[in-house]
């Protein structure tokens, strides 16, 4: 049984970016919206979680309405550090791009829960990840696209005159468009990465910034906590539950800790998953299966060690797992995946 679309919770701003560029090619707005089950009035305010197909289905549709393949690009070039509300005005305030850096890391889930972030040390580089809680499928070009830019804009906001990022990198092939691409990113940038994201200087990101205010950052960071709180309930199960496999070191936690960290009874989140048509042993599956491609792309663990951070204490069991998820052995899917890069 195919399982159902996973929700997700998107800022009506972004939308509404979106729609700007329907209307400037003369679409009916309305009718664009209503592929995704929503009306016009309801970009004004907080939207409800959306199916991930619904979403899917917007943005295919955009694209085939403004016959514009950068799409996600000039959407993600219009979302200034301004557009990230309370997020923004915290990482304008930042003391160091590092500070911002893990502010933007552990509130991104305020602007949307299509993606999530983390951090990784690479040489001299510091590499901030867009990790994909939810599998973007036809989609995933145009939102990293409109991620990156964003965040982009957010870390340069803190350390204006200064070039900060070395270089973005996209897991995706260049496309058509990639000197376009050029012109708006004004760094080095590498397709067919591992990884998505962005590398930092490692020697800058401690530096003093210029615009550091650290009172106004602590009422920021409180102000973005306190959103996090209300949101929360808000949220579907699933959503909550993938967020707290994702955010999560080393071993996964089992249903008991996650249900204690939602303060339920894990019969309650049992059933309340069941309710949504999903399972926390499905949920954790997904998850790990999604890690474990980012692990092996990336190259720089052996596979007995991606095992290990995925919580299986068995090499055999991953490897069986990885097989009944990709048709291979771990082994042969990163031969095949340096070959095809390389």
Same mark, same amino acid.
Request: hydrophobic letters at 45%; charged letters at 20%; one cysteine or more.
């Given at each position: 049984?195919?399982?159902?679309?996973?929700?997700?919770?998107?800022?009506?701003?972004?939308?509404?970016?979106?729609?700007? +560029?329907? @209307?400037?090619?003369?679409?009916d707005v309305?009718a664009?919206?209503?592929?995704?089950?929503?009306?016009?009035?309801?970009?004004e305010?907080?939207l409800?979680e959306?199916?991930?197909?619904?979403?899917?289905r917007?943005?295919?549709?955009?694209l $085939?309405?403004?016959?514009?393949p950068?799409l996600?690009l000039?959407?993600?070039?219009?979302l200034?550090?301004?557009?990230?509300?309370v997020l923004?005005?915290?990482a304008m305030?930042?003391?160091?791009?590092?500070?911002v850096?893990?502010?933007?890391?552990?509130y991104?889930?305020?602007?949307?829960?299509?993606?999530?972030l983390?951090?990784?040390? +690479?040489?001299q580089e510091?590499?901030?990840?867009?990790?994909?809680?939810?599998a973007?499928?036809?989609i995933?070009?145009p939102?990293?696209? $409109?991620?990156? /830019?964003?965040?982009?804009?957010?870390?340069?906001?803190?350390?204006p005159?200064?070039?900060?990022?070395s270089r973005?990198?996209?897991?995706?092939?260049a496309? @058509?468009?990639a000197?376009?691409?050029?012109?708006?990113?004004?760094c080095?940038?590498s397709?067919n990465?591992?990884?998505?994201?962005?590398a930092?200087p490692? %020697?800058?990101?401690?530096?003093p910034?210029? %615009?550091?205010?650290?009172?106004?950052f602590?009422?920021?960071?409180?102000?973005c906590?306190?959103?996090l709180?209300?949101? $929360?309930p808000?949220?579907?199960?699933?959503? #909550?539950?993938?967020?707290?496999?994702?955010?999560?070191?080393?071993?996964?936690?089992?249903?008991s #800790?996650?249900?204690?960290?939602?303060?339920?009874?894990?019969?309650?989140l +049992?059933?309340?998953?069941?309710?949504?048509? #999903?399972?926390?042993?499905?949920?954790?599956?997904?998850?790990?299966?999604?890690?474990a491609?980012?692990?092996?792309?990336?190259?720089q663990?052996?596979?007995?060690?991606?095992?290990?951070? /995925?919580?299986?204490t068995?090499?055999?069991?991953?490897?069986?797992?990885?097989?009944?998820?990709?048709?291979?052995?771990p082994t042969?899917y990163?031969?095949?995946?340096?070959?095809?890069?390389?």
């Amino acid at each position: 049984m195919t399982p159902p679309s996973p929700n997700i919770q998107l800022q009506s701003l972004y939308i509404r970016q979106v729609a700007d +560029h329907v @209307a400037a090619v003369g679409g009916d707005v309305a009718a664009w919206l209503a592929q995704g089950g929503l009306r016009p009035e309801q970009l004004e305010g907080a939207l409800p979680e959306l199916p991930m197909d619904a979403l899917a289905r917007l943005i295919e549709g955009a694209l $085939a309405l403004t016959r514009e393949p950068a799409l996600g690009l000039l959407v993600g070039e219009r979302l200034r550090v301004n557009t990230l509300g309370v997020l923004g005005f915290a990482a304008m305030s930042g003391s160091t791009l590092r500070q911002v850096i893990e502010l933007l890391v552990r509130y991104i889930g305020l602007r949307t829960s299509l993606v999530s972030l983390a951090v990784e040390l +690479h040489g001299q580089e510091l590499r901030l990840l867009i990790l994909e809680p939810v599998a973007l499928g036809r989609i995933r070009r145009p939102v990293l696209e $409109a991620v990156i /830019l964003a965040l982009k804009h957010a870390l340069e906001a803190g350390a204006p005159g200064r070039a900060a990022i070395s270089r973005v990198a996209f897991a995706l092939p260049a496309p @058509a468009y990639a000197d376009f691409a050029q012109q708006l990113l004004r760094c080095e940038l590498s397709w067919n990465s591992a990884w998505s994201g962005l590398a930092l200087p490692l %020697a800058q990101v401690d530096a003093p910034l210029s %615009a550091a205010d650290a009172a106004a950052f602590a009422q920021a960071e409180h102000l973005c906590e306190a959103e996090l709180r209300r949101l $929360a309930p808000q949220q579907s199960t699933t959503a #909550r539950v993938q967020r707290l496999l994702l955010e999560a070191s080393g071993t996964p936690p089992s249903l008991s #800790r996650v249900a204690r960290q939602l303060h339920l009874g894990p019969r309650t989140l +049992h059933r309340r998953l069941l309710d949504e048509g #999903r399972s926390f042993r499905e949920i954790s599956d997904e998850l790990r299966h999604r890690l474990a491609i980012e692990h092996l792309q990336r190259g720089q663990l052996s596979v007995q060690e991606v095992a290990f951070a /995925l919580g299986y204490t068995d090499l055999a069991n991953f490897r069986r797992a990885f097989r009944r998820w990709q048709g291979m052995s771990p082994t042969d899917y990163r031969a095949g995946f340096i070959g095809a890069a390389s």
